[in-house]
């Protein structure tokens, strides 16, 4: 059964949750003091009425004072009412935003680590929070204006009959007319225009981060007319299309709008001009008058409610798109928790002819894949580039999961466990391994918070971080990124794998990160890898391939595929693929010293 799209506003209020009531009280409110708002207007055209009865003794109009006090206790009230009601729905605003911004992180939280490889972090908190911030708008202010504005037309559809219902029509035609012309301007097809007006928006918006975010690029190659191109297209292709929705869409039905927003006498002025003769003949024409200033006087509130309702729908608009980019957050694939978890026995890793395609990817990254590594063995996975080395590593944590085939750990299927345990039996070191902008101490405990300060110095000693320590104006304490405290790759990846170490995992996933170290923090580096990987299970993707000769296997991966398996002196002698990389891997090395010397 297809399942219908919920509202916005149902959407909106799902993530107000308890909040939801005082939504509803603060428009309750809204409605109430849009009617309290009318009541001036009605005690003027009474005392009016009163004195014209009794024109020219107006001594005799008795109940003039009491209408104007009624006059001013209502717009006191009717004032008194908006605030309160704005009061609630601000409030409801603001915890539902809140909400929106805590269900996102906690949804976020259940998605394997593998979905922040497209949705960088940064990228989502900005979708999250400014999208709840527009949401803001539409809750506060927009639906108070339009429950205020219906209840407007309601209590003008009923006064039309009390008064003159002639010059009540007049008015409300000039309302109804100005509203059909909005809904051109914004329904039916033109709502389809409005969406791509938006999205060459933010396609304009992406283009000039783009563009700013490769300046130092553009510099370095002299690209600038070429960089700039894809920048300056964007704005021309947002500029077209404002001018089209400005200049073919706009035009006549807002011209329509406004001349009825603001003149909502159009109609009431002939109206008047057609039937005064009729009230002269009849001896009414005084009652006539005050009838007339009334709607002349009730015109203007038409007014501002429309104006009101023009903005509230442009809220609606932002809010509509605000959802959308929130539902690309709320919709992350969650992790799968088993309901009847299972714990590993040890460091085992095993893969079982495992097959993994990425989302959206046309071939798979993986194919067929069947390796173990021993609890305290050292797996090493080489081979070109693509050829799915990261990916066989990120199916361990269930950075994703499997697309067929299992991957266990101590003997169990890693989708049986539960991912916090999982999480605690392997350390995993990246290549550009993030520090957090803290202290090194606690940059240590993010991977054991009841660490003590002497467990932490260990670990970062055992990381050959001792160097670091020591230049540092705190030590331990010193913050990481602030003035003069910057550290080179080579320090914070050393730093990463102190983490590691302390983390205490049987299971350590490496993506080895020499590549871009100088050759004295390599070394240091090396030690490192040897302290954090004794005695545990290390599955480690190797790009270089000095530092695999002495793993216990090695798997050479090319196109997602083992396509050789063996140690280094079997798959070197073996003629293979292996060989091949060996080979230029050692005419490499050769060539470096080489030069070394000829530039000594
Ligand atoms: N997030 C992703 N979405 C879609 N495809 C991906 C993603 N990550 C990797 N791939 C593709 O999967 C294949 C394997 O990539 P993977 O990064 O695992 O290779 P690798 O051997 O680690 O390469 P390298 O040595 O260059 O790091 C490649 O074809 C790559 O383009």
Known sequence: MKQKKKSDVAALLDYAGSHRGLTFLGLALSAAAMLLSMAPYICIWLAARDLIEVAPDW???????????????????????YFAGLMCTHLAAFRTAANIRKRGVAHVMEAPLGWFDANASGLI?????????????????????????????????????????????????????????MFAMMGGKNAQLMAEYQAAQDRMTKAGTEYVRGIPVVKIFQQT?????????????YSA????????????????????????????????????????????????????????????????????IMFAASGMMLASTALGRISTVMDAPALTIPEHPRTPRDGRVEFEDVSFTYDGADRPALSHVSFTAEPGQTVALVGPSGGGKTTAASLIPRFWDVSSGAVRVGGVDVREVDPHVLMDQIAFVFQN???????????GRAAKPDASRDEVRAALMA?????????????????????????????????????????????????EATAFADPENEALIQKAFTKLTQGRTVIMIAHRLSTVVGADKILVLDEGRIVEEGTHKELAAAGGLYAKMWADYNQAVQWKIGSEKEAV
């Open 241 to 308: 299309k404002a001018e089209h929705y400005q200049a073919d869409v706009c035009r006549v039905p807002q011209s329509i709008n406004l001349t009825f927003t603001e003149g909502a006498f159009v109609f009431l002025v002939p109206a008047a001009l057609f039937l005064a003769p009729g009230a002269l003949a009849a001896g009414s024409f005084a009652g006539f008058v005050t009838d007339f200033a009334f709607y002349a006087v009730f015109s203007a509130i038409i007014s501002t409610a429309l104006a009101r």
């Open 463 to 511: 990381a050959q971080c001792g160097d670091i320590l020591e230049k540092l104006p705190q030590g331990m304490d010193t913050l990481i990124g602030t003035e003069g405290t910057y550290l080179s790759g080579g320090e914070q990846q050393r730093i990463a794998l102190a983490r590691a170490i302390l983390k205490d995992a049987p299971i350590v996933v490496l993506d």
């Open 225 to 237: 007319v070429w960089s700039f191109k894809a920048f300056q297209q964007a704005i021309e292709e």
């Open 59 to 81: 001594t005799a109009a008795r109940s003039v004072t009491r209408y104007g006090w009624m006059a001013f206790a209502t717009a006191v009230g009717g004032i008194v009412l």
């Open 125 to 181: 908190r900005g979708r999250l929070d400014a999208a709840a911030a527009d949401t803001e708008t539409l809750l506060a202010h927009n639906l108070a204006d339009i429950v205020g504005t219906i209840t407007l037309f309601v209590a003008m559809l009923a006064l039309m009959f009390v008064f003159d219902w002639r010059m009540g029509c007049a008015c409300l035609l000039a309302a109804v007319v100005s509203i059909l012309s």
């Open 433 to 443: 391994s993030r520090l957090f902008k803290t202290s090194i101490l606690e940059n």
